[in-house]
């Protein structure tokens, strides 16, 4: 069975947009992968292997077939919902920024990896901070008054961490302390019976 001009034109890809950057093209084709829609990322393995290329190639190019152009359109214009449904939680509230009330805020932890270190080393409390942040504005804001402190938990593992680095250390130093006195033994029993 034969396909007619149009239903091949249907059919071809064409490239819906372009990003710099692959987090922002696997954001965006994800949204189309829930819907269902069919489309490829070109030159994302190219990309992926040396991001510098990127310009140089005319970015990630997200394509989807013509026919499905506008609805996967449509998909990527959403906004982001004020609130939504979480299962077994319940409803879900967006934060909006306190300045320009923007909804595209996003959660800055802390970086725990060097903050753990630093309370290892016996360093000074962490230098990050649980913060929300705006996209539009850059305002920075933090994490809300009615939720259990984040720092809480924060602090007793990094104490926890610190009594088991403690331990760890004193095992060390009683290991070499008895394999030093049993080496002074055992020399002085060598010279007592030449």
Request: include cysteine.
């Amino acid at each position: 069975m034969a396909i007619t001009e149009s239903e091949y034109e249907n059919e071809r890809f064409v490239v819906l947009r372009r990003y710099r950057d692959m987090p922002d093209a696997f954001l965006f084709s994800s949204i189309l992968d829930s819907a269902g829609v069919e489309f490829y990322l070109a030159d994302e393995n190219t990309i992926r292997m040396d991001w510098s290329w990127s310009n140089f190639l005319g970015r990630i190019k997200l394509c989807v077939r013509k026919g499905d152009a506008d609805e996967a359109s449509s998909l990527l214009k959403q906004g982001v919902p004020e609130k939504f449904d979480v299962e077994g939680v319940g409803e879900y509230q967006q934060p909006r920024c306190p300045i320009c009330q923007s909804l595209s805020v996003s959660f800055r932890g802390l970086n725990k990896a060097v903050d753990y270190s630093r309370a290892l080393l016996g360093g000074p409390r962490p230098l990050h901070r649980s913060l929300w942040e705006c996209e539009a504005c850059g305002h920075q804001w933090p994490e809300s008054r009615e939720k259990p402190p984040n720092n809480f938990l924060i602090a007793a593992s990094s104490i926890l961490l610190i009594l088991m680095a403690i331990a760890n250390l004193l095992g060390v130093l009683i290991g070499l302390i008895v394999n030093h006195d049993s080496r002074v033994a055992g020399a002085g029993t060598d010279r007592a019976h030449p």
